[in-house]
């Protein structure tokens, strides 16, 4: 299953349930980006669409193993300029990653900063050449 199917997978907000096919697994746990993702995917319907994410906090308490999991959110404060949200994966009934979210709209300020320019880098050095092996 590729990448794009399990995140479809994941956007699906009425259905707290998700599957993690067999190949995503390194040993005993599913890739750490892969369930972040997943995470995001479920708790992004909860939020204005004109609140794009500030800060973003996963925690991994438990390994996930691949196979099903189900992704619990919850909206903690949907304020005037800010929307606080956490999700919760579980396997077997035990919390296994959390996520928590914050997003905010952007704000009107008087404060101006220009960024700086970026550093002049050498480029780098050219590498030698490996002879192609047989397929």
């Keep these: 299953m590729t990448l794009h199917n399990i995140l479809l997978g994941a ?3 009425a259905s707290p349930h998700l ?3 067999q190949q995503w697994g ?3 746990a599913t890739f750490g980006g892969l369930l972040a993702a997943c995470l995001f995917e479920k708790l992004k319907p909860q939020v204005a669409a004109d609140r794009p994410v500030r800060s973003l906090l996963v925690s991994f ?6 196979g099903p999991m189900e992704v619990r959110v ?3 404060r949907a304020g005037k300029a800010a929307t606080q949200v956490q999700a919760t994966a579980y396997q077997n009934d ?3 990653v959390v996520m928590l979210a914050s997003f905010g709209g952007d704000r009107a ?3 101006r900063l220009d960024a700086a320019p970026a550093p002049t880098i050498k480029a780098p050095r050219p ?3 490996f002879p192609s092996s047989p397929a």
């Design 11 to 13: 956007a699906d907000a």
């Design 19 to 21: 599957e993690i096919p």
């Design 26 to 28: 390194q040993g005993r």
């Design 61 to 66: 308490v438990a390994p996930v193993a691949p």
């Design 74 to 76: 919850k909206v903690l």
């Design 94 to 96: 035990q919390a296994c």
């Design 109 to 111: 300020s008087a404060v």
């Design 127 to 129: 590498r030698p050449s």
